[in-house]
């Protein structure tokens, strides 16, 4: 058997991409998907003290044009956003500088899976860090039928690898 400690081992260690390595225009898929829970949803609304009654409520979701609860759709963006990262910006963000033009067209329920898919809509060298650069992805999320369940665009400083790799 090797010995993984050995320094003669190559090591890869997982991570986003360097600003350099966005291509404008390519979709990420990001898998796996995420199957929401009705405890998922519970607890998110709970934490967040967003207690209304469509994600918490039975009785009162099933009078809904909905005929059910609805997962809540912060934990539905930050879940699509979030099934990015490993792929995306995993250890090469700087900061996240907002979302802008969030909507969810179909509402996501108990039992549904999530997938997420990302366009790189948009990059530039920043004007005021050098060595970094804006990145505006278009995050959109589908449930298990494919319909279109979220969208949102979020704008990242990323770094250059110049600038944050170790050398």
Known sequence: ?????????TRIVQRGLWFEEFELGAVYEHRPGRTVTEADNVL?????MNTHALHLDAA???????GERLVNSMFTLSTLVGLSVAQLTQGTIVANLGFSEISFPKPLFHGDTLYAE????DKRESKSRP???IVTLEH???????DVVAMA???????????????
């Open 1 to 9: 058997m090797t010995d993984l400690l050995a320094s003669d081992v």
């Open 44 to 48: 998110f609304t709970t934490q967040t």
């Open 60 to 66: 009162y979701s099933e009078g809904t044009q909905f």
């Open 118 to 121: 990302t366009r790189i809509a």
């Open 131 to 133: 060595g970094e650069g």
């Open 140 to 146: 959109t999320g589908r449930n298990q039928n494919g």
């Open 153 to 167: 665009l979020s704008h990242q400083l990323e770094c250059s690898v110049a600038q944050c790799v170790p050398v």
